[in-house]
């Protein structure tokens, strides 16, 4: 399973990626505005800041949310960086362009997927990814994990090439659950891909370790 991080916060990108296990990075307009990142110039430039620490896909979200401003949006995003994935809201429009994007080439990454019909409707068009969103569905008292079961077995059973990144992750259950799930991608915040490393027994162990070896050594 590859993990990507879910941040525009380039001291935890880099953080994960000195980590060795970051495989690409995601953001959203939210994240962006977490980091005070506004105007164009700015976020272009934050982009390919973030792409110049990682070496995997960078998901980059356009504003439009009408066909043509999509495509606008997306290709100036594309061009920017050749790890760039054009990030899509699953909508009627985004699915439009989605389908364009794939026709160019372009890596996409659908997002707001909270159903099975909708990641089916981004994997005909030819999403790169579809994310649905578990922490949010689980905040609204529906399972996200089985979410991600349902669109991996679909995706099996059809044999799209979409993968499953699995998004709105927010602590390593979550982590842990997709990998049984089989989603191809987590994107995570740092504190739960850390997280990951936590276990008593490993620090009691380590501590067992460093003093029986002092005991000998001085
Ligand atoms: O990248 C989008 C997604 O991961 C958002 O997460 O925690 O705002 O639901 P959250």
Redesign the pocket.
């Known amino acids: 399973m590859k993990f990507f991080i879910?941040t525009a916060n380039l001291e935890q990108i880099k953080e994960a990626q000195d980590l060795g296990v970051l495989d690409g990075v995601?953001?959203?307009p939210?994240?962006m505005a977490k980091e005070g990142i506004g105007g164009e110039e700015n976020i272009l430039k934050h982009y390919k800041d973030i792409c110049d620490i990682v070496d995997g896909d960078v998901?980059a979200e356009v504003i439009s949310t009408d066909y043509e401003g999509m495509i606008v949006e997306g290709e100036k995003l594309a061009s920017l960086h050749p790890q760039i994935v054009v990030k899509v809201p699953v909508i009627k429009e985004g699915i439009k362009a989605i389908k364009y994007f794939s026709s160019k080439g372009i890596k996409t990454n659908c997002?707001l997927v909270f159903s099975v019909g909708q990641a089916l409707l981004a994997a005909k068009a030819g999403a790169t990814y579809v994310?649905p969103?578990i922490?949010?569905l689980d905040?609204n008292s529906t399972d996200g994990v089985q979410l991600i079961e349902q669109i991996v077995d679909m995706f099996e059973m059809y044999e799209f090439e979409t993968q499953v990144l699995a998004?709105?992750?927010?602590n390593t259950m979550h982590i842990i659950k997709c990998v049984e799930a089989g989603a191809d991608v987590a994107?995570c915040?740092l504190s739960a891909i850390e997280g990951l490393l936590n276990h008593p027994l490993t620090d009691i162990g380590l501590a067992q370790f460093l003093s029986d070896f002092k005991k000998v050594n001085g």
């Open positions: 879910d995601t953001t959203n939210s994240l998901s997002t994310s969103f922490g949010r905040d998004a709105s992750i927010r994107t915040p």
